[in-house]
């Protein structure tokens, strides 16, 4: 007797992701900057979602011309058209720590008490000072 096997699809093949906007270039004018903001408040009004890839359609809306927008498995990208180098992408904050332009990379952060690499332990960065009694 042969039994046919069932495949159940699965309801949602994705796991949670919170989406933000990490802007890695400065605007280059004012109406960019406008438009940048803009993506935003999108971005942010919509941060929980399956697939971030479904956001590249606002994104691409939201800029106009200009921009070349894609998308990877889990992030969209923006690029000015005829650059290299991207200028934006959304991705899931669960996943990812991209900056925006204006913020200090983790290798120029000053190593204080509240430094993250000395609360993380992240292997090269400084090691925080005994507290306590001796």
Same mark, same amino acid.
């Not at 923006?78 to 899931?92: H, K, P, Q, S, Y």
């Given at each position: 007797? %042969?039994?046919?096997?069932?495949?159940?699809?699965?309801?949602? &093949?994705?796991?949670?992701?919170?989406?933000?906007?990490?802007?890695?270039?400065? &605007?280059?004018?004012?109406?960019?900057?406008?438009?940048?903001?803009?993506?935003?408040?999108?971005?942010?009004?919509? %941060?929980?979602? %399956?697939?971030?890839r479904?956001?590249?359609? !606002?994104?691409?809306?939201?800029?106009?011309?200009?921009?070349?927008?894609?998308?990877?498995? /889990?992030?969209?990208?923006?690029?000015?058209?005829?650059?290299?180098?991207?200028?934006?992408?959304?991705?899931?904050?669960?996943? %990812? !720590?991209?900056?925006?332009?204006?913020?200090?990379?983790?290798?120029q952060?000053? !190593?204080?008490?509240?430094?993250?690499?000395?609360?993380?332990g992240?292997?090269?960065?400084?090691?925080?000072?005994?507290?306590? &009694? /001796?």
């Amino acid at each position: 007797m %042969t039994q046919s096997l069932k495949s159940v699809p699965l309801a949602n &093949p994705f796991p949670p992701q919170q989406a933000y906007l990490a802007i890695e270039q400065k &605007p280059a004018d004012a109406a960019e900057k406008r438009r940048l903001e803009a993506l935003r408040r999108h971005v942010q009004a919509h %941060t929980h979602t %399956t697939d971030l890839r479904g956001l590249a359609g !606002a994104v691409k809306k939201l800029l106009g011309t200009g921009y070349e927008v894609g998308c990877g498995s /889990a992030h969209v990208w923006v690029l000015r058209a005829g650059e290299t180098e991207r200028l934006a992408i959304v991705a899931d904050r669960l996943t %990812t !720590a991209y900056r925006d332009w204006f913020e200090p990379s983790l290798g120029q952060t000053p !190593a204080t008490s509240r430094s993250p690499n000395r609360r993380l332990g992240i292997p090269g960065a400084p090691l925080a000072p005994a507290v306590g &009694p /001796a």
